[in-house]
């Protein structure tokens, strides 16, 4: 049973963090719930859509979209491959239990990683922009904060 100070950790911010590992050039591609003009490319955006959660067991599975960013000058097949390797990492997420450092200093781990959607193309709002959509359903167990 839950109790008073006991929640999951934030879904969004773990992933932003974990897909913020993501090597691009001589850096890391950035992830975040939001993305600024401005931002480079490739881009992950992280949303929690939902979800359910069970207090009397202390579990929370949010539903969560990630959707990766590319602009268009650079190719259908880049954006491809960086789409790919987004769910790559989500799969790896599926099988490999990995520490997640969040911002508090808590280390993060989830229950499991479900393929709700596979990544497939969607419109987005800058037709400069190729955006492929996944949804994945995310285990959390409660934590004391």
């Known amino acids: 049973m839950s109790a008073l100070g ?5 879904v969004e ?3 932003a963090a974990y897909l913020g590992q993501i090597p691009l050039g001589a850096g890391f591609r ?3 719930i939001s993305r600024r003009a ?18 009397e067991n202390g579990f929370s599975d949010p539903l969560v979209s990630i959707r990766t960013l590319c602009d268009k000058k650079l190719g259908d097949e880049a954006a491809r491959d960086e789409c790919a390797t987004t769910h790559e990492w989500m799969l790896n997420l599926a099988r490999v239990q990995e520490d997640i450092p969040i911002s508090n200093g808590r280390i993060v781990n989830f229950d499991y990683v479900n393929v709700v959607e596979q990544p497939h193309w ?8 190729l955006c492929k959509l996944g949804r994945y359903g995310i285990g959390l167990s409660y934590v004391r904060k």
């Open 13 to 15: 911010e773990a992933l």
């Open 122 to 129: 969607i419109p987005f709002g800058d037709d400069q922009v």
């Open 38 to 55: 401005g931002d480079p490319f490739p881009f992950t955006l992280i949303r929690n859509l939902g979800g359910g959660e069970d207090p």
């Open 30 to 32: 950035r992830a975040a």
């Open 6 to 10: 006991e929640a999951p950790d934030d």
